[in-house]
């Protein structure tokens, strides 16, 4: 059986690698991925979890011996996977590898499949294992524990600073993506009801019915998706119709509640219930492809890869590729969530293997259909879309001879009527991702479910569906962001170190919504300004991150005596670290306006000085704002990189220590205490796991009579 796989996925990559000019089925593409991810899967991933981290099935887990029903609480782990998934699973994987797609196919597809087999499924499952093992500890907690004072107060400060930021974006593109819209609101809005009755029910009614309870949420859920049509056709449109300084309100409330209410109550039931609606529009997304055959008709690799010139977003495919596609390959929030919620919810360390790689295998997989998704559109298309009004103008006349000049053609009748096929008034520099994956999402499931007829409801449901999937990592994000808080406090104050500490948490929380809920206001009013002005620095912050969690993992390997295995997280912290650190630099210190935030401030500055106005700005309030925006980010790009470069060379001293002297070694790992709790390690149980699961009276007699 796994021959058969390998050979699958090896036709899948000898079709995408070998094609020059000819055209390819994205069904191939499809075949790589799936391959791949099985065989790292099978092997790669069982021999890390069980010859290298050596998880032990009888050991305690902190949801076990520290369960408070609050922050702490053994989840079954299909809930826990599916809160996992959903939590890690944001904008990212849908928008980075759309916009990467004007660099080509391939080089995406490569980086997407090999970088989460290498790195970024080996950092969550190992983060997670650590820190399952230190009773919950937020990933800065545990670089200030393991590396020191110094390189963890630098690690500390830089990964809370970057997980305000990503929150910021990811609120960001969830009010846009529901502003006006009833329909995506109000089935959005029902989820709430929905996961706390599902909550109540596993947790009071019916506890341990999974099942029941999954069949009860999956039916509500797709009746509030058919409901929010209705909705959004009928009187109360109106309600579910809000401006986005309404959501923006509703967001950070929203925020706050899911923080601060235990965790079996809205934030697992919830985010379990959406990953239904995420992994069953995905393989419906792969089983249409499979269905439909569709060629991809993007180049594998574009002139654009290169030139380092492309109108979505300046740079040459390295560094950049690697930026722009994050979730999906290799993220750092990810870290975030593998030590924030997850471990204080996982309940065997049997199951760190499906829950921490298995995840990210599936958030990969996600990445790989939007990419599908942006290639199978007509490239002139997707760059109408994806491009600034700046370079393609306003018009569809001005759109189709800006598009011709970048080498593609695409007529203004045809940018018409794509727009009309999905009612829309216009889809010129719909920037984001979010667009361009409803356009194949609408043309894929057209042609599966019903004629084009139906394109207008299917790119309406992948917008909600894109604004689904991003608030579930909303909400976890702010409730890690909340334990990264209170871990930094109770460096100072002992009792926010008790992360269920009542008035540590309502504190914290509020201090944590509202740092982001500022970021969110202030862009929503002014389009460049608060977020908006972070946004340049979103790729590069979240691979900088992922640059302090591996380097994390990397020193706990060694400090723990796994010293021959410490290259599984030390090559992928290369690569992220050398990948990141090129772009900080270019965005730092490039000569290139698009790419070189201070030579982009000189531009403007020396514009303002001759009294002139260029794009994006519309006046010179504008243009001093641009001014302010490059300069924070670039100052912003330098100083985090420079906190990765202090927590890196911290840790190379602490290893190197530690290699000088082992027994010097302190590691703050939680005392062994022997579990009770009996679990399957996967989501099917074996024959083994079945017979130790039946009571002791059912077991059959083992040699010596004795069960």
Same mark, same amino acid.
């Given at each position: 059986?796994?021959?058969?796989?390998?050979?699958?996925?090896?036709?899948?990559?000898?079709?995408?690698?070998?094609?020059?000019?000819?055209?390819?089925?994205?069904?191939?593409?499809?075949?790589?991925?799936?391959?791949?991810?099985?065989?790292?899967?099978?092997? #790669? *991933?069982?021999?890390?979890?069980?010859?290298?981290? =050596?998880?032990?099935?009888?050991?305690?887990?902190?949801?076990?011996? @520290?369960?408070?029903?609050?922050?702490?609480?053994?989840?079954? +782990?299909?809930?826990?996977?599916?809160?996992?998934? *959903?939590?890690?699973?944001?904008?990212?994987?849908?928008?980075?590898?759309?916009?990467?797609?004007?660099?080509?196919? @391939?080089?995406?597809?490569?980086?997407?499949?090999?970088?989460?087999?290498?790195?970024?499924?080996?950092?969550?499952?190992?983060?997670?294992?650590? &820190?399952?093992?230190?009773?919950?500890?937020?990933?800065?907690?545990?670089?200030? %524990?393991?590396?020191?004072?110094?390189?963890?107060?630098?690690?500390?400060?830089?990964?809370?600073?970057?997980?305000?930021?990503?929150?910021?974006?990811?609120?960001?593109?969830?009010?846009?993506?529901?502003?006006?819209?009833?329909?995506?609101?109000?089935?959005?809005?029902?989820?709430?009801?929905?996961?706390? @009755?599902?909550?109540? #029910?596993?947790?009071?009614?019916?506890?341990?019915?999974?099942?029941?309870? /999954?069949?009860?949420?999956?039916?509500?859920?797709?009746?509030?998706?058919?409901?929010?049509?209705?909705?959004?056709? $009928?009187?109360?449109?109106?309600?579910?119709?809000?401006?986005?300084?309404?959501?923006?309100?509703?967001?950070?409330?929203?925020?706050?509640?899911?923080?601060?209410? !235990?965790?079996?109550?809205?934030?697992?039931?919830?985010?379990?219930?959406?990953?239904?609606?995420?992994?069953?529009?995905?393989?419906?997304?792969?089983?249409?492809?499979?269905?439909?055959?569709?060629? @991809?008709?993007?180049?594998?690799?574009?002139?654009?890869?290169?030139?380092?010139?492309?109108?979505?977003?300046?740079?040459?495919?390295?560094?950049?590729?690697?930026?722009?596609?994050?979730?999906?390959?290799?993220?750092?929030?990810?870290?975030?969530?593998? /030590?924030?919620?997850?471990?204080?919810?996982?309940?065997? %360390?049997?199951?760190?293997?499906?829950?921490?790689?298995?995840?990210?295998?599936?958030? &990969?997989?996600?990445?790989?259909?939007?990419?599908?998704?942006?290639?199978?559109?007509?490239?002139?298309? #997707?760059?109408?879309?994806?491009?600034?009004?700046?370079?393609?103008?306003?018009?569809?006349?001005?759109?189709?001879?800006?598009?011709?000049?970048?080498?593609?053609?695409?007529?203004?009748?045809?940018?018409?009527?794509?727009?009309?096929?999905?009612?829309?008034?216009?889809?010129?520099?719909?920037?984001?991702?979010?667009?361009?994956?409803?356009?194949?999402?609408?043309?894929?499931?057209? =042609?599966?479910?019903?004629? $084009?007829? &139906?394109?207008?409801?299917?790119?309406?449901?992948?917008?909600?569906?894109?604004?689904?999937?991003?608030?579930?990592?909303?909400?976890?994000?702010?409730?890690?962001?909340?334990?990264?808080?209170?871990?930094?406090?109770?460096?100072?104050?002992?009792?926010?170190?008790?992360?269920?500490?009542?008035?540590?948490?309502?504190?914290?929380?509020?201090?944590?919504?509202?740092?982001?809920?500022?970021?969110?206001?202030?862009?929503?009013?002014?389009?460049?300004?608060?977020?908006?002005?972070?946004?340049?620095?979103?790729?590069?912050?979240?691979?900088?991150?992922?640059?302090?969690?591996?380097?994390?993992?990397?020193?706990?390997?060694? =400090?723990?005596?796994?010293?021959?295995?410490?290259?599984?997280?030390?090559?992928?912290?290369?690569?992220?670290?050398?990948?990141?650190?090129?772009?900080?630099?270019?965005?730092?210190? &490039?000569?290139?306006?698009?790419?070189?935030?201070?030579?982009?401030?000189?531009?403007?500055?020396?514009?303002?000085?001759?009294?002139?106005?260029?794009?994006?700005?519309?006046?010179?309030?504008?243009?001093?704002?641009?001014?302010?925006? /490059?300069?924070?980010?670039?100052?912003? $790009?330098?100083?985090?990189?420079?906190?990765?470069?202090?927590?890196?060379?911290?840790?190379?001293?602490?290893?190197?220590?530690?290699?000088?002297?082992?027994?010097?070694?302190?590691?703050?790992?939680? !005392? #062994?205490?022997?579990?009770?709790?009996?679990?399957?390690?996967?989501?099917?149980?074996?024959?083994?796991? +079945?017979? %130790?699961?039946?009571?002791?009276?059912?077991?059959?007699?083992? %040699?010596?009579?004795?069960?």
């Amino acid at each position: 059986m796994w021959t058969l796989v390998a050979l699958v996925g090896a036709a899948g990559w000898t079709l995408l690698a070998l094609s020059r000019g000819e055209e390819v089925s994205a069904a191939w593409m499809v075949a790589a991925a799936l391959g791949s991810y099985a065989i790292g899967y099978r092997f #790669y *991933a069982k021999f890390i979890a069980y010859r290298v981290l =050596k998880v032990d099935g009888t050991r305690a887990t902190p949801a076990e011996r @520290l369960n408070n029903g609050v922050d702490f609480h053994p989840t079954d +782990r299909r809930v826990l996977l599916g809160h996992h998934f *959903a939590a890690i699973a944001g904008a990212g994987p849908l928008v980075g590898p759309v916009l990467a797609a004007q660099m080509g196919y @391939l080089p995406g597809t490569i980086w997407i499949i090999a970088g989460v087999i290498f790195a970024g499924a080996v950092q969550d499952m190992v983060v997670l294992f650590f &820190s399952t093992r230190r009773d919950g500890r937020s990933l800065g907690q545990m670089a200030r %524990e393991e590396i020191g004072p110094f390189g963890g107060a630098a690690a500390l400060l830089a990964t809370f600073a970057i997980m305000i930021i990503l929150l910021a974006v990811l609120a960001l593109v969830i009010v846009n993506a529901l502003a006006e819209s009833p329909w995506g609101t109000f089935s959005i809005a029902m989820t709430l009801p929905i996961a706390l @009755l599902m909550g109540f #029910y596993l947790r009071v009614l019916r506890p341990g019915r999974v099942t029941e309870v /999954s069949l009860i949420g999956v039916a509500l859920l797709l009746l509030a998706l058919v409901a929010g049509r209705w909705v959004a056709e $009928s009187s109360w449109a109106e309600a579910f119709t809000l401006e986005p300084r309404t959501l923006v309100l509703w967001l950070v409330g929203y925020g706050f509640v899911a923080s601060v209410l !235990p965790v079996w109550t809205l934030l697992a039931p919830r985010d379990y219930l959406s990953t239904f609606m995420k992994i069953g529009t995905i393989a419906l997304l792969a089983i249409g492809v499979l269905v439909t055959l569709p060629n @991809l008709k993007m180049d594998a690799v574009t002139d654009f890869a290169g030139r380092g010139d492309g109108p979505v977003f300046a740079g040459s495919l390295f560094p950049f590729v690697f930026i722009t596609i994050a979730c999906g390959a290799l993220s750092g929030f990810h870290a975030l969530i593998s /030590s924030g919620t997850t471990p204080k919810m996982v309940q065997k %360390e049997t199951q760190i293997r499906m829950i921490g790689y298995g995840s990210m295998l599936m958030e &990969s997989f996600v990445a790989v259909m939007a990419l599908v998704a942006a290639s199978i559109i007509d490239p002139g298309l #997707y760059f109408a879309m994806n491009a600034p009004a700046g370079v393609i103008g306003d018009t569809v006349r001005e759109a189709s001879r800006a598009v011709r000049d970048l080498g593609y053609t695409i007529s203004p009748d045809q940018l018409a009527a794509a727009a009309r096929a999905v009612e829309e008034h216009t889809l010129l520099s719909r920037t984001g991702g979010a667009p361009t994956l409803a356009i194949g999402v609408s043309d894929i499931f057209s =042609k599966v479910f019903g004629g $084009s007829g &139906s394109k207008a409801f299917w790119y309406h449901f992948a917008i909600m569906f894109e604004a689904l999937f991003i608030l579930t990592a909303l909400d976890a994000g702010t409730r890690v962001g909340r334990f990264m808080l209170q871990d930094m406090l109770g460096n100072v104050y002992a009792p926010f170190r008790r992360v269920s500490w009542r008035p540590g948490m309502v504190l914290t929380s509020a201090a944590v919504v509202a740092l982001w809920g500022y970021f969110l206001w202030v862009g929503v009013h002014d389009p460049l300004g608060g977020v908006n002005q972070l946004f340049p620095v979103f790729g590069i912050s979240n691979q900088l991150l992922a640059a302090v969690a591996l380097t994390v993992c990397t020193t706990l390997l060694i =400090k723990s005596g796994r010293l021959k295995w410490a290259w599984i997280t030390g090559i992928p912290l290369a690569w992220d670290a050398t990948v990141t650190l090129t772009a900080s630099w270019q965005k730092v210190f &490039s000569g290139d306006p698009r790419v070189g935030f201070f030579t982009q401030r000189a531009v403007y500055q020396d514009a303002i000085d001759a009294g002139k106005v260029l794009p994006p700005a519309k006046s010179m309030d504008d243009m001093h704002t641009v001014v302010t925006n /490059s300069t924070v980010d670039g100052v912003l $790009s330098a100083v985090l990189a420079l906190l990765v470069v202090v927590v890196i060379a911290d840790a190379v001293r602490v290893c190197a220590r530690h290699l000088r002297d082992p027994r010097a070694t302190r590691l703050r790992e939680a !005392p #062994y205490v022997p579990s009770r709790i009996v679990a399957p390690a996967g989501l099917v149980a074996t024959r083994a796991e +079945r017979a %130790e699961l039946k009571p002791p009276a059912e077991r059959e007699p083992q %040699e010596g009579g004795r069960p």
